[in-house]
């Protein structure tokens, strides 16, 4: 009867040291577990929102299929101009991106303006190869130099339109960008003028009297 009460306390420390060990196995695996199900939550409900506003887009895209105006800008600039003659001009290539005051867009819009521009400026000059304005060797120049951008003031359309009209008589790459009339502005006011890329050199020819925006 002696040994066998050393023998039950002998049973019953293992038991609860047993149970002390799992139970702490058990706390450090629920963190985890608890993390993953909320990140598994959290993607969860991010695809079932993309997936929503996808149907919402494409019965907003069904409904408009006859506008024609389906983007927030438009660049009318369909006269491809030749640039090559320009790569003989030494020194740095840059794009000019010069804006209208007249408008008085807020810096935003200007922004996003700037962008559709310095796109659409890029596109004329680097990325068909069947296009007039396709120059691979003015497009790498202006890549090493950083993709320069140089943004600009202009008074009014007037002075945008001599400076387009300049640009093109010297064989420059330009693109003017017409906005939408969504926001702002009235539909089809010409917001910014994209230039280039080109040489400096040649550049300042048509905006050297203006202002840094």
Not at 73 to 84: A, G, N, P, R
Not at 87 to 99: F, K, Q, S, W, Y
Not at 151 to 156: E, H, I, N
Request: net charge negative; charged share 25%; proline share 4%.
């Amino acid at each position: 009867m002696t040994n066998a009460i050393p023998s039950f306390f002998g049973v019953a420390i293992t038991s609860l040291a047993a149970g002390y060990y799992l139970g702490t196995l058990s706390n450090v695996e629920s963190p985890r577990k608890s993390k993953k199900a909320q990140q598994q939550e959290v993607i969860k409900k991010c695809k079932e929102e993309a997936e929503a506003l996808e149907q919402q887009q494409q019965h907003a895209d069904e409904e408009d299929e006859e506008d024609d105006d389906e983007e927030d800008y438009s660049d009318d600039s369909d006269e491809e101009i030749e640039s090559l003659t320009l790569n003989d001009v030494p020194g740095e290539v840059r794009m000019a991106l010069v804006i209208r005051q007249d408008l008085g867009m807020q810096k935003g819009k200007i922004a996003a303006q700037c962008a559709h521009a310095a796109l659409a400026c890029f596109r004329h000059i680097a990325t068909d190869p069947n296009k007039r304005s396709y120059n691979p060797v003015m497009t790498q120049r202006w890549l090493r130099c950083g993709q320069a951008k140089i943004t600009l003031k202009c008074p009014d359309k007037e002075k945008m339109d001599e400076l387009y009209a300049m640009a093109i008589s010297l064989g420059v790459n330009a693109a003017v960008i017409h906005d939408a009339g969504r926001t702002q502005i009235a539909a089809g006011s010409a917001t910014v003028l994209g230039i280039g890329p080109a040489p400096k050199a040649v550049l300042d020819q048509i905006t050297g009297d203006l202002k840094l925006y």
